[in-house]
Structures are given as structure tokens and as C-alpha cells.
């Protein structure tokens, strides 16, 4: 575009011009098509885009001896080819992110004051298998989203029949162009929501848009914080239900990931196999989830603020394997908790980048071996080991990737404060943590709601899965303008067995 | 780290013996002794500093042993130094013992639990016949007005092993008799709904009760204050034949009626005993003051305890309920 | 009659936690202290606690009478200064107020180190903690109305956590005979244990201030009556699980008595619970300074068009300097002066403005038409 500041800013005012840039590289073809004698086409397209199977049946097509002779100009020529999607233009913002999407560029011979472009986008080298790797589920269905952002949109739109799903297409870039879908639900996302994220993204300035996880910050309402503030995902049902909840959702092409807003920090504890399974073991395994994020959030951190400032508080029976535990360990417990932590994330780091079947094998070495060997060395107590690798499980319990990266990353300050000034130093990271948790927004608004500001009747499916007959309605946060989600079955008086059995 | 601490008198200087616990093997707590002596009560920790090479934490002490002629003294001091610090525990115990705290101390050193002590006790009123007992407790009847403190006390059985051989009563802060661990169950009675305790019962031939305490209930009841008290007390108690001998028949109503009935009698009587002893004794800790002092507006403390030996009557209704009669018939 | 975005206001139930942080301060720590003075009504003090809560229940009632007689966009203590005494008394009052807000968290900031020294750190240098302190009372007041509005949220919903496990634990320990016999104190003594009682609760006149900030705010009335029951019921429980636990004696020497008889509390994986409560103590603490320094900043930006942020910065500088110059003696002086205006304030000041406003013009329901 020639109003990008990041290209250099020789512009491409004419054709010519824009045809000579593209000549440079060697995958720009130019070829004469001649259909038939009265006038000859001049096709422009890059061989590395185009799919050669759609050239061959468009050439094929177009040849027929019934039609040729037909074809005198572009119009004509649109009309007869088979592809949809093919249009005709004299705009060259528009031709240049055509031809580079892959379409093909037809102009009559020495005619350069309209073209037509014709779609053949090859869509080889895109991933097919379409396998939730990230937010696997054992319970319920196992389909993610791949890179092309038609496949996706297919994908939602095959759960969601309706002409209400709404789906807009906005381009940012200034090199990427990268189509971006806005996805929602008309008269069930709150209209000033959608405005909100339609404006957010149109104001995007940036050059290139590599995934969706990108613009979740580029359109964050907090810059300055580890949290994630629209939930990512991968996954399908997730996505679907975020929009019948209200929600937006938003993807680039090439990216298989969705981000949907606005969250809050309970959307990062639900999975969707929550609702897959029956209401009361959702509702355990959630709780099971917020107190292990807890129980991460702060274990390492006690452990290091009891021991290097208030021992009174372990009992006594505890305090006897303490420190018979700790007695050879020649380092301050914090040195030892943050050595120990930042071990847990270097085997994450490298585990992630590895292979699989290798990271497996590091698995082993790092777990295993390297602890077991800590402690004999005496370099740590046992004690910690087991803190801090429980509170390593504990903080991959979110179903969300982004969201565990953030707990992860709190421990450490956390420590830090525990270390300097024990319980009052936790007190302090706790204060600082929920004042920031509810000063934060997303889209708007608040972060920490149902909680606060306090919603009652949002709180039913929160901290548990509640039965589906409590969840009839849309979350009230999200104010959508259609409340009601399903009509609950009226309540029949349920009759003990004890009441009815007998002969009658 | 100190657990179990004593304080002593020696030639009027203090000593002070610690146990302080080790742990170096897994399973088992070494435990280093420590003595050191001292003019005060305050400098126990820099004393007993000058004898360790890591410093001495004093946090988790949950024991705290008193020598008899200390105690004689007062231990009041120590009882404030322990209310006003905020790193000690409420629930430590306290403890006088008849013989050298040393000796007891050391004695407990082969049990690898620098806790020893405070576990007898806690056993103890738990499970048999002593009242509850923790710092908070001596700290409120110290402090309060209308109740005396009583602390456990320890001796040395002739085997060289440790032993709770009763209650001491104290006058304010000056240990002035020692109950037996027999007359402890009557004053638990007398002070708590007691949930443990046993007692035995000998009748003329030499035939032999053992009853198990289940629950009792302690309510009394303020006649008349001026001039000459009055308090009227029922206990009832709840209770189990744990061991009867065989020539006490039982399997009728009726006779269970009478042992009843002879029980109640027994109790009674030595209840009786009891407050007449801590009558003469002029030592309260069954709070008779604290109990007139919730009942009567005009309740002055010096006043109760003049008249409290001479112009004092307690009456006592015991109700024994047996529920259980042995394991076999 | 929508007042102010819905991005800075809160909704009325929002003022519960508003009320019930200013009326539940430090003082629940040691308040059963200021009973047993040879003038206290001791093991009757919880007479006191009612008579109390009656009193700031009908002030608040005048406070909220004398709001609505205002115009909807200036029922705020600044503008009923302004309106009733005139331009000079009225800026003068209000520098009171902003005076007094600040006086006030700066009190509590003090006596809340003082506690944490006194049971977490003994030996501590306590200015980097108190620089800590500062940073986070900057993060909440300068996140505005709803960020402190967050805070007393969070600090009301962690103290009522803890207090259901702690009557659990102390209550084999208690002695109600303790409270025995009842109405043995003279009249002089109820007086002064209701007035020295009624210390705790003079913040209710933050009310004043925070009143504007509420959507549709009559409807809040409800709530703040609400808050003034929760945080009496508060006090009673303490009152009565602490002279039921101490005798009076020992009440006498115990400079912290809910403190101790929490420490009572032992579970199978950690004892010493008051070394928690101190700790977490410190979310309401930050939420009653942070309500104070909010109103404080908010009045001189409506007075002097001052910008908040600044004058945040300043107070926040005042209170670090005050504090690393103090004496140990000023505590209780700051805190004796702090009650006795804070006395004059609510018990004279209200009535006051509560019977001008009754002479006065009601601007409540005529909306927008100007006021004097």
C-alpha cells in the first residue's frame, strides 16, 4: 500500500509500474491467452500461488469452441469462466492484494483501464488433520481449527445454522493483508461489544499479522500485563459456545487459533468437557482446577515465606522432617525455590521445542534423574522437590495455554516478596494481584466479574458446572440483548420412588 | 530450636535446663541438653546462645518445667514474660515437678522427642484423668479474678521413667500443695464437662469397681451469698463399669439401682473431701470466686477469700448413670 | 437522572462494602481494650456496641436525608459545603475534611505497621514495608473509584472468610459465665465505652463523599444500613468470643486480644493463625486508607480543579515522611486526635447540615435547576 510506513516509499502509481516490480521475481508469469482471433488476453499470475489444476480446467474451460468465439471483453470473459469470486476492476490497491492472494490477472491486449481477476488460489502445504493437539479433551468432539481461515469459518458455521452468525471480513497488514474474520451472533452479542472490536481492529496498525494471538494483543485493553485478556483457542465447541454465550470471535487467516471476547478471568478455568460430562463431576473437576491454580499460585511461596520467616506456624510434627530435610542445604530456601522453579521452566522451555519422543526423554532426565540427583547432592530438600513440582502440575491445570504461562510466571515475584518479607510479603503480591485483576477490562469490561462487580445470578457457572437446567440464560455480563438461551423444561414435581410404588 | 525448657532454683540463682531437638536422621530427633544459670528469668536465650553454634528459636517451645522450690517461690514472672511474647504458643504447658527438673528431663532423652512432656499431658486430659490444661488456661486463671492456677506435675517412678503424679494447687503464683493423680479426677469433675477419666471404688470385702467416666455434666447453682455462701452443685455423670469384681452382683435393676446409689455416695464423699481440702487449703481452682463472682453484683474479691475457709458451704447432688456394663457378663 | 458514565460509578450495592470498610477498621483488633479503662463498661461493652451502631445507623440516615435534598449532580460534600457556608467557610470545611480523610489513613497506615512489627517482625526495618505499603495504596487510588470500590470487595470477602473457622476453634475454649453478671457497670461508664466505641465507626462519614459515585444512589440506602448491621455484628461476635475467652485480667495485659485468641487456633498443617489474619489484615487496611486518600483527592480536584494524580503523589510523599520521622509516641496521640475530630465531625457536623438542609431549599427534586 503506498501509504505504508513500513515499505519504502517509491509508490506504484500506474500498471506498469506494478507489473515491472513483479516481473523481478521469477515466479511471475505473463502469458498471452488467445480464446479466439478477434482479441487476445494477456494473463498475469504468480505460479507459487495459483493452484495448477484450477489454471488448466479455467484454460480448458474457457477453449471451448462453443464459447470462444463468444468472448469479446472482460465482462464476457467473467461470464464464462467457472470460478466464483472473480471480479473486475481498475483499482490497484485491489489488484496488488488480488494477484498476491493468488488470483489471476486478466487484461485485454494494450488495455490497461480494467482488469479482471479471477480466483485459483492454491491452498497446498495447509494442514488438513484438524486434531485439538494444544486443548486436548478426552470426552467430547476433537476438532480444532488449521490455518485457512475459509475451513474455519466452514467449521463454525456447520455447528451454527443460523443467518444470524455474522461473519465480517476486515484486512490487516500493511505487508500481510491478512484477512480477518469477526465472527458473532446478531441479537445475542451486545451491539456496543461488537462496534467496540470492529473499531479496535480497524485501528490496528501493524505490519504483518503472523497469528491471531498477536492481535489479541494488538487490540488488548492492557498492555502492561501477563494476563490474557480474550480466552485463545483452538478448539471448536469452544469457540461456538463463547459466541452463543455472546461473545465475539475473532481469527486471521493462517491461524488455526480463535480469540474470543470479552473474557473474564473465569472463561480460563472452563473446559468445554465440563459440559460434557454429567453436572456434579464438571463442577469437581472445576473446583479441582481454581484450587490447584491457587494452590500454585502460592505454594512455593509459603513454603519459602514459612521457612525463612515464621516457623511457628508448621506444626511440630511437620517441623521435624522440614528440616531434617533442609539440615545439609547450604542455600537460603528462596535461592533454592527460584533455582528449582526456573529448573521447572528451562525442562518446559526445552520440552516445548523438542519433539515429541525426545521431549519425553527429557521428561525423564529433567523429572526424574536431575531431582533425585538434587537431592542427594544436597543441593535441595525433598520437601521443596515435591512443592514445587506439584505446584508445576498445578499451574498446567488451566485449560488454557496463555492462562498457565501467566500463573506460572506470578510465582516468581511471589517468592521474591515471600522471601523478603514472609507472610506480609504474600499479603502484599495478593493485594497487588487482585487490584490489578480488577482494574483490568477486556473489551471493556471488568475482568474479575461475576465476582466484581458481583453478579449473583452470573455465579452459577463459575466456580461450578451448573446443571443445565440453572444455565437457561446468557451470562448478564456480557449484556447481550437476548437473555435467554433455551427454554428449561417446566418443572414437574419429582415424586420419590417411596411415594409412588405399591399397587394402586 | 528450644521445645522443652525448665526453670529452677539453685543456691537462689535460676537454672535453666532446655531440650533442644536435632534432627538429623529421619526418623529419630536427637536431643542435645542444655543447662545454663542465671539471676533473672529474661536471659535465658543469651545464655543458652553462648552454648550452641546456630542460634536458639524459641517459637515452637511447648514445654515448660517448673522445679519445686521455683515453683514455692512464684512463677508469676515467668507467666508474664510467656502471656506478653507473641511467638509463644497458647498451647504450651506447664509443669512442676517434685523431683530435679533436670533429672526428668534427661530422662525423656532416650524417647527422641523433645516433646515427651508436653505429650504426657495432653495424653493425660485427653484420655484419663486430668482437667484441661494449656498456657491459656493458667494465663486466664492467673490474670482473672475468683480462680487459682493448677499445673500438672511430674515425678521420677523408682525405674528411672517419668510419671504424672498429680495437680499442684497454687496460691496466686506460689505452688502451696500437691493433689494426688487420684483426687485429679475430682477436681476435673468439679471444673469441666469431662469426657475421659476413670476412678476405682473399693467396697467392705475388698471387692473392686473400675468405672470409666463417659460424659458429665457440672451445674451449679449460687443459694445464697451473705452472709455465709451457699452453692448448690449437680453433677451428673454418664458413666461405664470397666472392671467389676465377681462377687458384686449386677444383672438385676435393681442391684444396679443400689450401685448406683453407692457410687453417687462414694463420689460425693470424695468430692467433698476435695473442697474441704482446698477449703482449709484457702486455694481456689475450681473458680467458687469466679462462679460467685458472675452471679453476685456486689462480689469483691478480697472479701470472698477471707470468709472463703470458713463461711463457705458446698452442696452436691451426684447422679451417676451406668450405661455399660463390661465386655462380658 | 443517569449521573456519570457507568465506567467510573458503581452500583448501589457496591456502597455494603464501601460502609463496611470504613466502619470495620484496625480497631477490631484491640477495641475490646478500650472497654476495660477503670471508666469502661467491660463484660457490658456490648450494650455499647449497639447503642453505637444505632447512632451511626440515624446519622446515616441525616447524611442520606441531607443528599437528597441536594441537586443530583452536586450532592457531594464539597458542594454541600459550598451551598450551606458559603464560599470561604465552606472551602475552609472542606479543607477539614480533605485533612481529616488523609489524617485518617495515615493513622491506620501507622498502627497497621505497628501490628505487623509487633507479630511479624519484631526486629524489621520497617520503612522499606511501609514504602511497599505506599506503592500499593498509589496502585488502587490512582485505578479510581471502581479499583477501590474493588478492594473493599476483596477485603470484605476475606475477612468474613476467616471468621466462621475461627468461632469453630475457640469456641471449646470459651467461658460465658464471663459475661456475667450483666448490668453491673454504672451509667458514666456505658457513656464512655459508647463514645470511646463509637471511635471505630466515625468513618461512616466517607458516605458524604463516595455518595455521587453510585448509580442511582437513594436506592444505596439500603445497603449502607445493611453495611452498619454486618460490621455491628462483627464487633459483637469479637467482643463476645474475646471476653468470653480472656478473664478480665488477662484482657487487661493483652494489647491485642483478637489477635490472641486467634493465635488459640491450631490445624493439622499449620498453627499460628493470626500470623495469617495480621497478613491478609493488610487488603482492608489498603481498602480504609485508600477510600480516605480517594475522597481527600477527589475533593480538591472538585474544589480546585487539582489533578488527583498530583495530589495522590503528594500525599503519598507526606505520608512517607511523616512516617520515617515519627516518634513512637505520636501513635496515640494522632490516634486520640484523629477520634475527637473525627467525634466533632460526625456528631456535630451532620446534625448540622442535616437541619440547614431541612431549612433550606430541597434541590433534590427539582433537577437542574442551580442551587444558591
Same mark, same amino acid.
Given at each position: ?7 519504502? %516509499?517509491?509508490?506504484i ?9 513483479c516481473?523481478?521475481?521469477?515466479d511471475f508469469?505473463?502469458?498471452?491467452l488467445?480464446i ?9 499470475y ?34 464464462? %469462466? ?19 492472494g ?8 494494450h488495455?490497461? /483501464? ?16 484438524n ?18 481461515? /475459509? ?6 458455521r ?6 444470524r ?25 451486545n451491539?456496543? %461489544?461488537?462496534?467496540?472490536?470492529e473499531?479496535?481492529i480497524?485501528?490496528i496498525?501493524? /505490519? ?5 494471538t498477536q492481535l ?5 485493553? %492492557? ?6 485478556l480474550?480466552?485463545?483457542s483452538?478448539?471448536?465447541d469452544?469457540?461456538v459456545?463463547?459466541?452463543i ?10 491461524? $488455526?487459533y480463535?480469540?474470543?471476547g $470479552? ?6 478455568f ?9 453436572w456434579v #463431576?464438571?463442577?469437581?473437576f472445576r ?9 500454585? #499460585? ?8 514459612l ?5 511457628e506456624v ?25 533455582v528449582?522453579?526456573?529448573t521447572?521452566e ?23 534423574i536431575l531431582?533425585q540427583?538434587?537431592v /542427594?547432592a ?7 522437590i ?6 508445576a #502440575?498445578?499451574s ?16 516468581f ?9 514472609g ?14 485483576l ?24 463459575r466456580?461450578?458446572?451448573?446443571p443445565?437446567s ?10 447481550? $440483548?437476548f437473555l ?7 418443572k414437574?414435581?419429582?415424586k ?9 | ?22 534432627y ?8 542435645i ?13 543469651t545464655?543458652l546462645n ?11 517451645m511447648r ?9 514455692r ?5 515467668v ?13 504450651l504447658?506447664?509443669a512442676v ?7 526428668i ?6 524417647t527422641h522427642?523433645?516433646l515427651?512432656?508436653m =505429650? ?29 492456677i ?11 521413667s ?6 499442684a ?10 493433689l ?9 469433675l ?19 469397681i473400675?468405672?470409666h ?9 449460687l443459694i ?23 462377687e458384686i ?15 453417687e455416695?462414694?463420689?460425693r ?10 477449703q482449709?487449703l ?10 460467685t463472682?458472675? =452471679?453476685?453484683?456486689?462480689w ?5 477469700y477471707?470468709?472463703?475457709d470458713k463461711?463457705f458451704?458446698?452442696?452436691l ?13 | 437522572?443517569? &449521573? ?11 456502597v455494603?462494602y464501601l ?5 470495620v477498621?484496625?480497631g ?19 450494650i455499647?456496641i449497639?447503642i453505637?451502631?444505632?447512632? *451511626? ?18 450532592a ?21 475534611f ?6 485518617g ?12 512489627? !509487633?507479630?511479624?517482625?519484631p526486629n524489621?526495618?520497617?520503612?522499606p514495608?511501609?514504602?511497599?505499603? *505506599?506503592?500499593?495504596?498509589y496502585y ?8 477501590i ?13 476467616f471468621?466462621l473457622?475461627?468461632l469453630?476453634?475457640i ?8 459475661? &456475667?453478671?450483666?448490668f453491673?457497670?454504672?451509667l ?8 470511646e ?9 466517607? !458516605? ?15 445497603w ?6 454486618a ?10 468470643m ?7 485480667g488477662?484482657?487487661? *495485659? ?7 485468641f ?6 493439622p ?7 495469617? *489474619?495480621?497478613?491478609?489484615f493488610?487488603l ?7 477510600i480516605?486518600?480517594?475522597?481527600s ?6 474544589m ?12 503519598? &510523599? ?5 512516617f520515617?520521622?515519627?516518634e513512637?509516641?505520636?501513635t ?5 486526635f484523629?477520634?475527637?475530630?473525627g ?6 457536623y451532620?446534625? &448540622?447540615?442535616?437541619?440547614?438542609? !431541612?431549612?433550606g431549599?430541597n ?7 442551580g442551587?444558591?
Amino acid at each position: 500500500m503506498s501509504t505504508s510506513p513500513s515499505m519504502p %516509499n517509491d509508490s506504484i502509481s500506474t500498471f506498469d509500474q506494478f507489473i515491472d516490480l513483479c516481473s523481478r521475481s521469477n515466479d511471475f508469469v505473463t502469458a498471452n491467452l488467445n480464446i479466439n482471433s478477434s482479441c487476445t488476453f494477456i494473463a498475469h499470475y504468480l505460479k507459487t500461488l495459483v493452484d495448477q489444476s484450477h489454471l488448466e480446467q479455467l484454460i480448458h474451460s474457457l477453449q471451448n469452441p462453443h464459447d470462444a468465439h463468444e468472448i469479446k471483453s472482460l465482462d464476457q470473459l467473467k461470464q464464462y %469462466n467457472p470460478f466464483e469470486g472473480s471480479f473486475v476492476t481498475n483499482d490497484l490497491d485491489k489488484i496488488e492484494s488480488s494477484v498476491f492472494g493468488g488470483f489471476l490477472l486478466i487484461q485485454e491486449e494494450h488495455k490497461s /483501464d480494467a482488469f479482471l481477476l479471477i480466483p485459483i488460489t492454491g491452498k497446498q502445504g495447509l494442514r488438513t488433520d484438524n486434531d485439538t493437539d494444544v486443548e486436548f479433551s478426552v470426552v467430547g468432539p476433537k476438532i480444532g481449527f488449521i490455518e485457512d481461515i /475459509d475451513t474455519n469459518v466452514h467449521l463454525v458455521r456447520m455447528q451454527l445454522r443460523t443467518p444470524r452468525l455474522i461473519v465480517r471480513e476486515l484486512t490487516v497488514g500493511t505487508i500481510s493483508k491478512t484477512k480477518v474474520v469477526m465472527m458473532y451472533l446478531d441479537g445475542i452479542a451486545n451491539p456496543d %461489544n461488537v462496534s467496540m472490536m470492529e473499531a479496535r481492529i480497524r485501528e490496528i496498525e501493524f /505490519d504483518i499479522i503472523l497469528d491471531t494471538t498477536q492481535l489479541d494483543e494488538l487490540i488488548t485493553d %492492557n498492555h502492561n500485563t501477563p494476563f490474557p485478556l480474550f480466552t485463545t483457542s483452538e478448539r471448536r465447541d469452544r469457540v461456538v459456545f463463547a459466541l452463543i454465550s455472546g461473545q465475539i470471535a475473532v481469527s486471521t487467516d493462517g491461524s $488455526p487459533y480463535f480469540i474470543t471476547g $470479552p473474557s473474564t478471568l473465569f472463561d480460563f478455568f472452563l473446559s468445554p468437557e465440563d459440559y460434557y460430562l454429567p453436572w456434579v #463431576l464438571g463442577s469437581f473437576f472445576r473446583v479441582i482446577r481454581i484450587t490447584g491454580v491457587v494452590f500454585s #499460585l502460592f505454594a512455593s511461596a509459603l513454603y519459602v515465606a514459612l521457612l525463612t520467616h515464621h516457623y511457628e506456624v508448621i506444626p511440630k510434627e511437620l517441623l521435624g522432617r522440614l528440616i531434617y530435610s533442609r539440615q545439609n542445604v547450604p542455600f537460603p530456601p528462596v535461592l533454592e525455590a527460584l533455582v528449582l522453579e526456573a529448573t521447572v521452566e528451562f525442562l518446559r522451555e526445552a520440552g516445548a521445542r523438542l519433539p515429541s519422543r525426545i521431549g519425553q526423554t527429557l521428561g525423564i532426565v529433567g523429572g526424574v534423574i536431575l531431582g533425585q540427583a538434587a537431592v /542427594d547432592a544436597a543441593l535441595t530438600s525433598n520437601i521443596l522437590i515435591i512443592v514445587v513440582s506439584l505446584s508445576a #502440575l498445578t499451574s498446567f491445570v488451566t485449560p488454557i495455554y496463555k492462562m498457565s504461562n501467566a500463573i506460572r510466571f506470578i510465582r516468581f515475584p511471589m517468592i521474591i516478596l515471600a522471601a523478603m518479607w514472609g507472610l506480609f510479603g504474600i499479603a502484599v503480591g495478593l493485594s497487588f494481584l487482585l487490584l490489578h485483576l480488577s482494574r483490568l477490562e477486556s473489551l471493556g469490561s471488568p475482568y474479575t466479574v461475576p465476582f466484581f462487580p458481583l453478579r449473583a445470578k452470573d455465579l452459577n457457572d463459575r466456580f461450578i458446572r451448573a446443571p443445565f437446567s440453572l444455565t437457561s440464560n446468557r451470562p448478564g455480563y456480557l449484556r447481550p $440483548p437476548f437473555l435467554k438461551r433455551y427454554e428449561t423444561p417446566k418443572k414437574q414435581r419429582k415424586k420419590s420412588k417411596i411415594d409412588e410404588e405399591g399397587y394402586v | 530450636m528450644v521445645l522443652t525448657a525448665s526453670y529452677d532454683l539453685n543456691d537462689n540463682k535460676i537454672e535453666n535446663n532446655v531440650l533442644i531437638g536435632e534432627y538429623t536422621e529421619q526418623d529419630k530427633t536427637n536431643i542435645i541438653f542444655r543447662k545454663t544459670t542465671s539471676n533473672n528469668n529474661y536471659e535465658i536465650i543469651t545464655h543458652l546462645n553462648t552454648q550452641m553454634n546456630k542460634p536458639i528459636a524459641y517459637g515452637q517451645m511447648r514445654m515448660i518445667l517448673f522445679g519445686q522450690a521455683f515453683a514455692r517461690k512464684g512463677i508469676g514472672d515467668v507467666i508474664n514474660i510467656l502471656s506478653r511474647d507473641a511467638e509463644i504458643s497458647s498451647h504450651l504447658q506447664l509443669a512442676v515437678s517434685s523431683d530435679k527438673p533436670e533429672d526428668i528431663m534427661r530422662a525423656t532423652i532416650e524417647t527422641h522427642d523433645p516433646l515427651y512432656l508436653m =505429650r504426657m499431658i495432653e495424653q493425660n486430659y485427653i484420655n484419663e484423668n486430668l482437667p484441661n490444661v494449656n498456657l491459656h488456661t493458667h494465663v486466664f486463671n492467673y490474670y482473672g479474678q475468683g480462680q487459682d492456677i493448677y499445673i500438672p506435675t511430674f515425678k521420677l517412678t523408682p525405674n528411672e521413667s517419668v510419671e504424672i503424679d498429680g495437680i499442684a494447687l497454687f496460691k496466686k503464683d506460689k505452688d502451696v500443695h500437691h493433689l494426688s493423680i487420684d483426687e485429679c479426677i475430682w477436681l476435673k469433675l468439679l471444673l469441666q464437662n469431662a469426657k475421659s477419666g476413670t476412678f476405682a471404688m473399693t467396697k467392705e470385702h475388698n471387692e473392686n469397681i473400675l468405672i470409666h467416666i463417659d460424659s458429665s455434666k457440672n451445674k451449679m447453682k449460687l443459694i445464697q451469698s451473705n452472709p455465709q455462701l451457699i452453692i448448690q452443685d449437680r453433677l451428673k455423670i454418664n458413666a461405664s463399669i470397666k472392671n467389676i469384681s465377681e462377687e458384686i452382683p449386677i444383672r438385676k435393676k435393681q442391684q444396679l439401682d443400689e450401685l448406683e446409689k453407692e457410687l453417687e455416695e462414694y463420689v460425693r464423699n470424695n468430692i467433698e473431701k476435695l473442697t474441704k481440702k482446698l477449703q482449709s487449703l484457702k486455694v481456689d481452682p475450681v473458680g467458687f470466686g469466679r462462679f460467685t463472682r458472675s =452471679r453476685d453484683r456486689k462480689w469483691n474479691e478480697n472479701e470472698f477469700y477471707r470468709q472463703y475457709d470458713k463461711q463457705f458451704t458446698f452442696n452436691l447432688d451426684v447422679e451417676i448413670k451406668l450405661n455399660q456394663i463390661g465386655t462380658e457378663d | 437522572m443517569k &449521573l456519570m458514565n457507568d465506567k467510573y460509578s458503581v452500583s448501589p450495592g457496591n456502597v455494603f462494602y464501601l460502609m463496611y470498610i470504613s466502619l470495620v477498621g484496625i480497631g477490631i483488633m484491640n477495641f475490646q481494650q478500650k472497654m476495660i479503662l477503670p471508666n469502661g463498661s467491660e463484660n457490658d461493652g456490648w450494650i455499647s456496641i449497639i447503642i453505637a451502631a444505632l447512632l *451511626i445507623l440515624l446519622l446515616t440516615k441525616m447524611m442520606y436525608v441531607v443528599l437528597a435534598r441536594q441537586d443530583i449532580k452536586k450532592a457531594s460534600l464539597v458542594h454541600i459545603n459550598l451551598r450551606y457556608f458559603g464560599r470561604f467557610f465552606g472551602l475552609m470545611i472542606n479543607w477539614i475534611f480533605i485533612l481529616y480523610f488523609i489524617l485518617g489513613g495515615f493513622v491506620w497506615f501507622q498502627t497497621y505497621i505497628q501490628v505487623i512489627q !509487633l507479630w511479624l517482625f519484631p526486629n524489621v526495618n520497617v520503612w522499606p514495608l511501609s514504602l511497599l505499603i *505506599i506503592s500499593l495504596i498509589y496502585y488502587a487510588v490512582s485505578g479510581g473509584f471502581q479499583s477501590i470500590t474493588a478492594i473493599c470487595f476483596w477485603g470484605t470477602l476475606l475477612l468474613y472468610t476467616f471468621i466462621l473457622p475461627q468461632l469453630y476453634y475457640i469456641t471449646p475454649y470459651i467461658r460465658p459465665s464471663n459475661l &456475667l453478671p450483666m448490668f453491673n457497670h454504672n451509667l458514666s461508664q456505658y457513656f464512655f465505652t459508647t463514645r470511646e466505641f463509637s471511635h471505630e465507626f466515625i468513618s461512616c462519614i466517607i !458516605l458524604l463523599a463516595v455518595y455521587p459515585f453510585v448509580q442511582n444512589p437513594k436506592k444505596s440506602q439500603k445497603w449502607a444500613f445493611i453495611a452498619i448491621g454486618a460490621s455491628a455484628l462483627i464487633y459483637l461476635i469479637y467482643f463476645f468470643m474475646s471476653y468470653m475467652y480472656f478473664s478480665l485480667g488477662e484482657l487487661k *495485659i493483652t494489647l491485642w486480644p483478637t489477635l490472641s485468641f486467634i493465635a488459640m487456633i491450631e490445624l493439622p498443617v499449620l498453627q499460628r493463625m493470626e500470623y495469617f *489474619i495480621v497478613a491478609v489484615f493488610l487488603l482492608k487496611i489498603l481498602a480504609a486508607i485508600s477510600i480516605g486518600i480517594w475522597a481527600s483527592c477527589h475533593s480538591a480536584k472538585l474544589m480546585h480543579s487539582i489533578r488527583p494524580s498530583r495530589f495522590l503523589l503528594v500525599i503519598l &510523599l507526606i505520608f512517607f515522611v511523616c512516617f520515617i520521622f515519627r516518634e513512637p509516641s505520636s501513635t496515640a496521640i494522632l490516634q486520640d486526635f484523629y477520634s475527637h475530630t473525627g467525634e466533632i465531625l460526625v456528631y456535630l457536623y451532620v446534625p &448540622l447540615i442535616f437541619i440547614i438542609s !431541612l431549612i433550606g431549599k430541597n434541590s433534590g427534586k427539582t433537577e437542574a435547576k442551580g442551587n444558591t
